[in-house]
């Protein structure tokens, strides 16, 4: 495919959050995918900050060539391959790349970027927060509530969980992505190592109702909303390995669903996408029960861009390849910027 322009576009991977390595395969894809799309990339991980790999292919080994720190993140922004930068793509997942911090530092260096901007992306990776705005807009949402590393109390926990929604119950991190210190409880003797594991991730835990039934997932794209995708994971959670390992799920799009269901999904992702204030692209997850309720259960601002992700998975159902995706991507940010 040819492009109109060629840009100077600078390709954030790895980062310091536990997806790290994810974004490693996102980066490579969408590296590959730019430079036949006829753009000079540069690479840059910002968790290395000034030492930064000679040769392409040690920015995606697994392993570290250098020590990883989000502390790095400010040092990395004032090397020379960003003053020249007409684009910087972001390529990063999670906590220090999804949760507003990069994306501030390139505001105040005004550098256009791929994805939403600050607020957009600080709101959606604050999972609590975002669940109260989007159910302000008519997005329906699980039962939830927060609590603190410093007011972590068992019996009160369990107390709540009782008196609410019950078990088995959802225990995450507010601010984390690909169920990195996720737990299901079946019951309360597993509440405190749930929250155990959730807190080697965090300092907010966020507890929940768990929403059995299907799981489904519809991305957004500047103003066309794509074709709704099942996610069958051959465990009965869409895990860390079923996200990311071969053969461990099995993707079905257009989703084998009734019209009205896939109206209300549609609806229920333009709501969250615009209660957010996300742009460019985003990709909301939901639960379909039995009796057809759904429900959202979270925003992804910066999804994933590897070959087991689900928005190049729902572009293709639409007649968009991964690189014309790329493309609209790199055009639509720049007319946001």
């Known amino acids: 495919m040819e492009n109109s322009k060629s840009l100077n576009i600078v390709l954030l991977v790895g980062g310091a959050s ?192 768990f929403i059995p039934g299907r799981e489904l997932t519809v991305g957004i794209l500047d103003k066309a909303v794509l074709p709704p995708l099942e996610i069958r994971p051959k465990h009965g959670l869409y895990d860390y390995e079923c996200k990311y390992t071969d053969g461990m799920s099995d993707y079905l799009v257009p989703a084998p669903v009734t019209y009205d269901i896939d109206s209300q999904l549609r609806d229920q992702t333009i709501r969250a996408h615009v209660a957010l204030g996300c742009s460019v692209y985003s990709r909301a997850d939901f639960r379909l029960t039995t009796d057809d309720k759904i429900y959202c259960l979270e925003v992804n601002t910066l999804p994933g861009m590897t070959s087991h992700s689900l928005i190049p998975k729902m572009a293709k159902a639409a007649g968009t390849s991964f690189d014309e995706l790329v493309d609209q991507i790199v055009k639509l940010s720049l007319k946001h910027e």
């Not at 790999?53 to 990395?76: I, L, R």
């Not at 039962?143 to 969980?161: M, P, Q, S, Y």
């Open 18 to 209: 536990p997806e790290r390595e994810v974004s490693k395969e996102s980066s490579k894809s969408i590296r590959e995918s730019l430079i036949k799309l006829g753009h000079s990339v540069s690479l840059v991980d910002p968790a290395y900050g000034l030492q930064q790999p000679a040769e392409v292919e040690d920015f995606f080994k697994p392993g570290e060539q250098f020590p990883v720190s989000h502390k790095n993140y400010v040092e990395a922004f004032t090397l020379e391959v960003f003053k020249n930068a007409d684009l910087v793509f972001i390529g990063l997942h999670g906590k220090w790349g999804e949760d507003g911090t990069v994306q501030a530092l390139l505001e105040l260096l005004g550098i256009p970027f791929t994805g939403s901007g600050v607020l957009s992306s600080s709101l959606a990776m604050d999972k609590a927060i975002a669940k109260i705005i989007m159910r302000h807009n008519g997005v329906k949402v699980p039962d939830g509530f927060l609590v603190h590393r410093d007011k972590v109390n068992l019996a009160e926990i369990a107390r709540t969980i009782n008196n609410s929604f019950g078990y088995p119950c959802v225990i995450k991190p507010n601010d984390q992505g690909s169920t990195c210190g996720l737990s299901i409880c079946k019951q309360e003797s597993e509440l405190e190592a749930a929250i155990n594991l959730c807190l080697e991730y965090t300092d907010a835990v966020l507890i929940e109702e």
